[in-house]
T-cell receptor, first 112, second 119 residues
Framework: GDSVTQMEGPVTLSEEAFLTINCTYTATGYPSLFWYVQYPGEGLQLLLK?????DKGSNKGFEATYRKETTSFHLEKGSVQVSDSAVYFC???????????FGKGNQVVVIP | GAVVSQHPSWVICKSGTSVKIECRSL??????MFWYRQFPKQSLMLMATSNEGSKATYEQGVEKDKFLINHASLTLSTLTVTSAHPEDSSFYICSASRDTRRGGDQPQHFGDGTRLSIL
């Protein structure tokens, strides 16, 4: 079945550092790819998405490019802020079926 | 737009009681709603998918009689945890999406979750 794999472990970095969170996927068709962010005690918010190969999703300084050849959708931000501290989930849904499969999530902690 | 409200945000109750959680789409019609369960520091596990006016589709391993889902209108779905026990304590999150039959991607919009603690 469809699945999403995120890099292991929390990510701790200093303010203004460069952030990368890796995400790879396995799917039988051509899925849509998403990054969601969860702040403490809250539900999920859609951060960005891409629906086809080579699409780049971007929002709030975050970017991710849909790479079909490497089945990846890595999240990047050039200069993080303390307010970016949250849990980030990579997810996919198959075309025509909006069920989401989530990765395990990565806790990001940004230190002032 | 696309606001989903979940209520209550936090509930504590005694073992054996039933707890109802509401999920409302405030500014759009949600043909499909999803219910997830999230354990501490873990990902979301889909429990069931409900379409307005029909029975919910439960994921493997989720007890239908334990977690009752009703989606009677295009703006409201409810999850009732029946005869709750401490092992049912968790963070429950709902999401809603518009009619997928319209075609195109219909993203899920999430509520803020309900923290359920069973004593």
């Amino acid at each position: 079945g469809d699945s999403v794999t995120q890099m292991e472990g929390p990510v701790t970095l200093s303010e203004e550092a460069f952030l990368t969170i890796n995400c790879t996927y396995t799917a039988t068709g051509y899925p849509s790819l998403f990054w969601y962010v969860q702040y403490p005690g809250e539900g999920l918010q859609l951060l960005l998405k891409a629906t086809k190969a080579d699409d780049k999703g971007s929002n709030k300084g975050f970017e991710a490019t849909y790479r079909k050849e490497t089945t990846s959708f890595h999240l990047e931000k050039g200069s993080v802020q303390v307010s970016d501290s949250a849990v980030y989930f990579c997810a996919l849904s198959e075309r025509g079926n909006n069920r989401l499969a989530f990765g395990k999530g990565n806790q990001v902690v940004v230190i002032p | 737009g696309a606001v989903v409200s979940q209520h209550p945000s936090w509930v504590i109750c005694k073992s054996g009681t039933s707890v109802k959680i509401e999920c409302r789409s405030l500014d759009f019609q949600a043909t499909t709603m999803f219910w997830y369960r999230q354990f501490p520091k873990q990902s979301l596990m889909l429990m069931a998918t409900s379409n307005e006016g029909s029975k919910a589709t439960y994921e493997q391993g989720v007890e239908k009689d334990k977690f009752l889902i009703n989606h009677a209108s295009l703006t409201l779905s409810t999850l009732t945890v029946t005869s709750a026990h401490p092992e049912d304590s968790s963070f429950y999150i709902c999401s809603a999406s518009r009619d997928t039959r319209r075609g195109g991607d219909q993203p899920q919009h999430f509520g803020d979750g309900t923290r359920l603690s069973i004593l």
